[in-house]
């Protein structure tokens, strides 16, 4: 079974521009999350998405930042325009469809995406 | 609010070693999970061992274990005869039992192994 994926490894872009990443959860997971390590610091929860739906966005840090996730499959992350302070990795994870008398729910993470932003 | 705090940027073991990295969080939840992530430098994070905050039995993984204090709010990993392949960032993460089920991370413990 294939893991998590994400694309690109590693972007490059320069500040006031526009970049694009994806995320391609395990098959038949529902729950999607992204997070974010500003370098140094902890990894930080973004949003979380159910399916197709936003169930928690509380931790986009701006209006630059818009995630979709069409058809309840992969999910992008589009950050626009850049700033100096979007650097770091964003990572993707996903978890099972949450039912009745399970409580583990682990989330499986992706290699992520390093934003550098010159 | 909860929070999770890795008070060790950094440590290091020398090969066969026994090392410790210390998690602290803070929660008023009773039932919640912590869990201990490993970040290679190849950055693909795994799981490497989890607690369910209602066992009171320390979870244990082959080479890893944890002592987990709910009352000190407390959650170390404990690896034995590290290996070169320990290498890695490792990550303290919580997460409670309701809502979207995010997880709540600390700020990571680079662990040097010395051959």
């Known amino acids: 079974e294939a893991g998590v994926t994400q694309f690109p490894s590693h972007s490059v872009i320069e500040k006031g521009q526009t970049v694009t990443l994806r995320c391609d959860p395990i098959s038949g997971h529902d729950n999607l999350y992204w997070y974010r390590r500003v370098m140094g610091k902890e990894i930080k929860f973004l949003l979380h998405?159910?399916?197709?739906?936003?169930?928690?966005e509380s931790g986009m840090p701006n209006n630059r930042f818009l995630a979709e996730r069409t058809g309840g499959t992969y999910s992008t992350l589009k950050v626009q325009p850049a700033e100096l302070e979007d650097s770091g990795v964003y990572f993707c994870?996903?978890?099972?469809?949450?039912?009745?008398?399970?409580?583990?729910?682990?989330?499986?993470f992706g290699p992520g995406t390093r934003l550098t932003v010159l | 609010a909860q929070t999770v705090t890795q008070s060790q940027p950094e440590m290091s073991v020398q090969e066969a070693e026994t090392v410790t990295l210390s998690c602290t969080y803070d929660?008023?939840?009773?039932?919640?999970?912590l869990f201990w992530y490993k970040q290679p430098p190849s950055r693909q994070m795994i799981l490497v061992i989890r607690q369910e905050a209602y066992k009171q039995q320390n979870a244990t993984e082959n080479r890893f274990s944890v002592n987990f204090q709910k009352a000190a709010k407390s959650f170390s990993l404990k690896i034995s005869d590290s290996q070169l392949g320990d290498a890695a960032m490792y990550f303290c993460?919580?997460?409670?039992?309701?809502?979207?089920?995010?997880?709540?991370f600390g700020t990571g413990t680079r662990l040097k192994v010395l051959a």
């Open positions: 993460a919580f997460r409670g039992t309701s809502g979207t089920y995010k997880y709540i």
């Open positions: 998405f159910v399916k197709e739906s936003k169930q928690d």
């Open positions: 929660t008023s939840e009773s039932d919640y999970y």
């Open positions: 994870a996903s978890s099972q469809k949450r039912s009745s008398g399970r409580r583990r729910n682990e989330q499986f």
